[in-house]
């Protein structure tokens, strides 16, 4: 298991089936909210990396997460978790 499949499972086991309230617990307020169902978190580390956690919900639980990670504003690579897809779990990379 390589290290971003690590860093979404991490997420999944923390976070999968949590309420919108825990969540906002844990992380506070998301910086955007699209559609009520949609909500992501931005970290920057450094200057030059910066990472977008998607959490997408389904009766106001976690049902998907997606990792977008940047490297001096390029795109560089998308984590996924689709609870119902196979596989669960993919990286897409772009560089």
Do not use: C
């Amino acid at each position: 298991m390589n290290a971003q499949i690590k860093k979404i499972d991490t997420l999944v086991r923390k976070h999968l089936h949590q309420s919108k309230i825990v969540l906002m617990i844990v992380y506070g307020i998301p910086e955007k909210v699209l559609d009520d169902d949609i909500w992501i978190y931005t970290w920057n580390k450094y200057f030059f990396f910066k990472t977008k956690t998607v959490f997408i919900f389904k009766n106001d639980r976690v049902t998907d997460i997606i990792i977008f990670e940047y490297i001096f504003r390029i795109h560089f690579r998308d984590s996924f978790y689709n609870a119902n897809h196979t596989p669960k779990y993919e990286v897409v990379k772009y560089y």
